[in-house]
């Protein structure tokens, strides 16, 4: 049916898309082109005035809800969760809106004209919402990704969640309502308000998140300077005494020449080339970051009398993030250090592989652990632990990079040894 | 067999030459191996008597850069096998873009050498590796080496080379594939239609490959963490080369 009234109500569900669309872009991270995010919105407008004609409310709230979850799963790339917080977030705002707009509404005396309060309450729940939208966007700027834990997933999405169901309650509960205008206002402010709040924490929760990550991480690269230099100047006095060591070496090697005490000479030669080999460090690909970092996380396993191997195969440069790359080699080879510090462990022995190959960086550390294990019933071993949780926070860290990368993580554990697997591009 | 050892360091090459001969001895191989202390002659003597089937190169020789010379020397579209005689990691990234190679540390030790042989000699066999068939009445030979995929289009399959050229013939690209894979090691099935040479792949990613003449091709969806699999394992087969 055409006419004035069902224009104006295209027109201000067309506004109110406009502004969900703004938020969404705003919070969460596009997929795919422009072109169709709108064709994908526009498609679910028209279905949503379609099927929204009729009466149900129940319906309503279950195809508006099935819709948005459709069109933001196939749209934005984002965790799934996020995902599910920002639909709910809008979905109050948007609700609180209209039910603002409502009790406005029908507390105004001396208009008698049904159609006319219609569109008053209907104009004033879009407008309410878009300034809702609007102080959000400006709040929430940035786009973080993190990887909260279910807890904190399920304690914030609760809160929109709950207050759907309260609002529904209330509103249901006309008596209470109508006893009181002002106290309906209230009640309604006051649930606005947590949200509000809500999503200002969430977003405060996700910056201090980033805080510590970074300072961590900070940390570490501190230590690792401090052990760079040290290894610096560990080598520049091994090869001044060298220097020093050179010409009464010579010295010695030609009167044993002149003596012609040949097997004492290859004796000779043969230790200084040992000696040369056991002084060359583990990874020296150039690469200042990864030889930094493994060198010194490798001379601690060694320190540990472990058998430990290493194999970089890198160029000098390769565009990825200092931090990532300490990042994860950092986490991985303290995860070594953890497996071996455990004294039960008899055998220490591990590997470290680091190739660049076809833009991808490939990652691979393995290491004997000794787990932490206890009997069933009859007896037998069992594995109390995942792998996942072994390897604790580390791995943890380790996968959010990865996953900015939209790289590939992979543990296993095989006869006694964990293998964990990195390959992310570049 | 021709082997070439090129190094600055006389000393170096009369000791290579001796560790060589006897090891050649003792896999009872039929070579000649010539010693060079100077790139300009080894290029020389290449240009002049053609290829050798193995060379055995410093990275510093003298003014001569080895990694330049092995890349000039591929770019001449030679097949031969490099065995770079050095550890200087500076220039691995160099490196990088000359295949095949590997390093073999100073001093020599016969057991690492006898296997460095072995392995050029096994690198050298898969590039004289041939696919042979009839094509409206006419054999053909092309070399594994140079295909950079094959695609079956129907009941033809086109084998894609380097230099742009295309050859095509009736057959099931199972059937090649699994051809390919026996007598060449280098062959992945990407997508239904299409198997390339990981040789020729410059960039692997999860939802597709570029290949070395700036093609891409996608991979499919069933086949994605087969290839990564694959790809995984050729990464870790190449590390397993550098002991």
Known sequence: MINVVNIIRIVGDLFELLAKIQYYEKTLTKRVKQLWVILVWAFAFVLDQYLVLNEQVTLNVIIYFVLAFLCIFLLYEDSAKKKAITIFFVCVFQMLGEIFANTIVNNLKGIDDNESIYLMGYMISKIIFFIFIRISIHFNKRKNEFNMGNKTFISILFVPLLCIVLVGIFELDHPARNHNPYYALFFYSIILIINYLMIIQYDDVQKMLDLNNRNRMLEEQKIYYIQQYEQTKKMWDLMSSMRHNMKNEYVSQSILLKDKEYEKLENLYHNKIGELEASKVVSKSGNRYIDTIVNYKVSVIKEMNADFECKVLVPEIMDIDSDDIIMILGNLLDNVIDAFENERLEKKTGRLSIVYEKSNLYIEVRNTYEGVRKTNRKGEYVTTKKSEEMHGLGIKAVNNVVKKYDGYLEIKEEDKSFIVTVLIQI | ?243
């Open chain 2, 1 to 243: 067999m021709r082997i070439a050892i090129c190094d600055d360091d006389e000393i170096i090459v009369k000791d290579l030459h001796k560790k060589l001969d006897k090891t050649i001895q003792k896999m009872n191989m039929n070579a000649g191996i010539f010693d060079f202390t100077d790139g300009y002659d080894l290029l020389y003597e290449i240009e002049t008597a053609g290829i050798f089937d193995i060379i055995f190169l410093d990275i510093e020789i003298g003014k001569v850069n080895g990694i330049e010379l092995a890349d000039y020397l591929n770019h001449q579209k030679y097949v031969f096998t490099l065995i770079f005689i050095s550890q200087h990691s500076n220039y691995y990234k160099a490196a990088f873009e000359v295949q095949p190679f590997w390093f073999l540390d100073k001093p020599f030790e016969e057991e690492k050498l006898e296997a460095s042989l072995k392995k050029a000699i096994d690198q050298l066999n898969y590039q004289y590796e041939t696919i042979n068939y009839f094509y409206a009445k006419e054999y053909y030979r092309v070399l594994i080496d140079d295909i950079m995929y094959v695609q079956s289009q129907g009941r033809t399959i086109l084998l894609y080379c380097i230099e742009d050229k295309i050859y095509r013939f009736y057959g099931k690209l199972g059937d090649i594939e699994e051809e390919l894979k026996t007598k060449h090691r280098k062959f992945v099935r990407i997508n239904r239609s299409v198997c390339v040479n990981i040789k020729y792949v410059a960039k692997w990613t999860y939802k597709y490959m570029e290949m070395s003449n700036g093609e891409t091709i996608n991979i499919g969806e069933k086949y994605r963490d087969e290839v990564r699999e694959y790809f995984q394992n050729w990464i870790r087969e190449k590390v397993k080369e550098y002991d």
